[in-house]
């Protein structure tokens, strides 16, 4: 079965302060990809960055950046230098390759708040 | 581009009645997959649709039911509402399976 668990519920830091968000997976398919969603207030899910699972070169783009490590199971996001702006709930979420599974399943996310 | 567009935005609904949502995807896009989100059991996938046919079937009851029109846009009917159904409901297009989904603003559905 496939699962996502994201154990941090809610986390505060203080504007500028560097912060990680934790996703660990599980899944039985050789080919997954792998995401991580935003969700500010007004709801809609903003899409941030796919990783395919034959793929473990890590990614930074801006303040953000992800560790992919496939020998712990875990897709990491640490955001740089944290602004107000980036206070939102966030959402790991898994995909299969193929047929019943390619779908999101999603973490429970975890909800940042960045103090001014 | 434009994004997702979802109708209506908000909804409020009576136990019994029926209702029925829409999604319009990204010009080109041909999947639309639906998800529901609760603060209890978080966000959960509907079904997805690609070409007009579903493809993938979430867990969840037979009163809610999806279809996919051949300009690519979607409708989600749930009948017999249950305050249960209470939710923000994601539609989400993609240009083809395995490519990532983009979401739209959702449709708060609320059922008294």
């Known amino acids: 079965a496939q699962k996502v668990t994201q154990a941090q519920t809610e986390i505060s830091v203080v504007e500028k302060e560097d912060v990680t968000l934790d996703c660990v997976y599980e899944t039985r398919d050789t080919t997954y990809y792998l995401f991580w969603y935003k969700q500010p207030p007004s709801g809609e899910l903003v899409f941030l960055i796919r990783r395919n699972s034959f793929d473990e070169q890590n990614e930074i783009s801006g303040r953000y950046s992800w560790n992919f490590q496939k020998s712990t199971s875990s897709f990491n996001f640490t955001i740089t230098a944290s602004q107000v702006v980036d206070s939102a709930v966030y959402f790991c979420a898994l995909s299969g390759g193929s047929g019943a599974t390619n779908k999101l399943i999603f973490g429970t996310g975890t909800l940042l708040a960045v103090q001014p | 581009k434009a994004g997702v567009t979802q109708t209506p935005r908000y909804l409020i609904k009576t136990r019994g009645q029926q209702v029925t949502l829409s999604c319009s995807p990204i010009?080109?896009?041909?999947?639309v997959s639906w998800y529901q989100q609760t603060p209890g059991q978080g966000l959960q996938f509907l079904f997805e649709y690609f070409s007009e046919t579903q493809r993938n079937k979430g867990n969840f009851p037979g009163r809610f039911s999806g279809r996919q029109f051949s300009n690519s846009r979607s409708e989600m009917n749930v009948s017999t509402l249950e305050l249960g159904d209470s939710a923000l409901y994601l539609c989400?297009?993609?240009?083809?399976?395995?490519?990532?989904?983009?979401f739209g603003p959702g449709t708060r559905l609320l059922v008294l």
């Open positions: 989400a297009s993609r240009l083809r399976p395995q490519e990532t989904q983009y």
């Open positions: 010009s080109g896009h041909r999947s």
